[in-house]
């Protein structure tokens, strides 16, 4: 199922939205998100699957009535969410964030809002809520519905305390050849714009773990780590690099650049850097 508008336009009009009008969302809208929630749980390949539940009533293929999900007044009016399931032995959270962030995006393209939560919510309200298996755990939820006009002044103050607004430059993030290097915009015409898209992009506490040293016409991601980030036992910060892979990939095709990923030996870590993986061009 295909973005009905530019997915370069969609990643930069996510905003993460804690405040919601308890709206219904049209069934037209709500069956295209389920049915493309089931495309991604049918093409990912980790041992993880996608579920919308809602307040109005359990529709995640279990029974019974669905019970308040709490979210510790952080999101508010929400009665809706995507939530994100992962097996306890899944090391997969780069690919469980490409596909999590794929569905933000859709429900973007289909006028609806939502909210990256890893924290800052209870997991035991969500798992009353679907059938969890012994060996699985929530990993992400996301509200999904109609913003409502006016944010309250505690959203207002999140933002402010993230710097949600705030993304670092091109020279912190993106570099060439060398991580002491940085990357001018000139040196990278065609990948301008999937840079780009990787720099706006959402993350945890908004840390933008991200980093991309392009290697002629390989660009190397990796993490720079902040203590604090596992969850039981889920890596948010790969999580993170999942949300960039999906923003450079799909800019990047838009855009009709053709690559794909690889993942390499013998990169070099300096800084205290974490190889992920690579994008070739071809």
């Known amino acids: ?92 959270a780069l690919e469980f964030g490409y596909s999590f962030e794929k569905i933000v995006l859709f429900a973007t393209d289909l006028g609806l809002q939502t909210c990256w939560l890893g924290g800052t919510f209870n997991r035991s309200d969500f798992a009353q809520n679907m059938s969890l298996h012994e060996d699985e755990y929530i990993a992400i939820v996301s509200p999904v519905g109609i913003k409502r006009g006016k944010a309250r002044v505690f959203e207002s103050a999140m933002r402010n305390v993230f710097g949600a607004k705030k993304r670092k430059p091109w020279n912190e993030l993106f570099f060439e050849g060398y991580s002491s290097l940085p990357l001018k915009e000139s040196r990278v015409t065609d990948y301008a714009i999937p840079l780009e898209m990787v720099r706006i992009g959402p993350s945890a506490a908004n840390k933008q773990p991200w980093r991309i040293i392009k290697d002629n016409n390989i660009f190397h991601f990796y993490i720079t780590r902040t203590k604090g980030f596992k969850m039981m036992g889920y890596d948010m910060q790969k999580n993170d690099l999942g949300i960039a892979k999906c923003h450079f990939e799909l800019s990047a095709n838009e855009l009709g650049l053709k690559g794909e990923w690889q993942e390499m030996k013998d990169i070099n870590t300096s800084n205290g850097w974490e190889y992920v993986c690579s994008w070739v061009s071809i």
């Open 1 to 92: 199922m295909k973005f009905e508008k530019s997915v370069i336009e969609l990643i930069k009009m996510r905003k993460s939205s804690r405040t919601f009008d308890n709206i219904e969302i049209e069934s037209k809208t709500l069956q295209k998100l389920k049915d493309y929630i089931a495309e991604i749980n049918q093409e990912t390949q980790i041992k993880a699957r996608f579920i919308f539940v809602s307040n109005r009533g359990i529709d995640s293929g279990d029974s019974g009535t669905a019970k308040k999900m709490g979210t510790y007044g952080v999101i508010s009016g929400a009665d809706s969410f995507i939530i994100g399931i992962i097996d306890k032995s899944e090391n997969g």
